[in-house]
């Protein structure tokens, strides 16, 4: 899991009032659940209570978002854990989140965009963004369905019943 600058856009005024803080918390109850790593990239300090305890939970790096596959501790981070699969949320989507998902399936990732975790700079952009990125094939999943799916892939029955639990 990548979140690149989850916080851009902002303000201490909208925070918690968007649906992607919805889906942030269920980000990191589904992330407690399952144990799976997470990396932050750049802007990611949220100003709600929740998203301060999840922030505080992720390895975080300070490097710009356009140069994280230069970045050693992030591609060794990814080979130390053998990671097959790159979940990408953030903003923007048509900028930073757009260049880290395509040079990560070119580097063989399969890759999923949580695209109830992404903000676009320009809301007309975001159809575009996804239709190029799908010809790469990088699809958009939402949170809801990523928990669902990795508890039914894990084939373990309370597990899935507890998922299915938090999301009703």
Known sequence: MVLINMTRGETPASAGLAPRHVSFSLLQTGME????????????QPFGIKGQQLVHSMA?????????????????????????IIFFGGGWLEEDVFIAALQAAERGYDVRLLSDLIATRVDADRSLALDRMALHGILAT???????????????????????????
Do not use: Y
């Open 60 to 84: 975080q790096l300070d490097v710009d978002a356009l140069s994280i596959w230069h970045d050693r501790r992030f591609t060794d981070n990814l080979a130390s854990r053998e990671t097959g």
């Open 33 to 44: 659940m399952f144990g799976v790593a997470s990396t932050l990239i750049g802007e990611c």
């Open 142 to 168: 939402t949170v809801r369905q990523m928990l669902l799916e990795w508890a039914v892939c894990l084939h373990d029955p309370l597990l899935t019943q507890k998922v299915q639990k938090l999301l009703s």
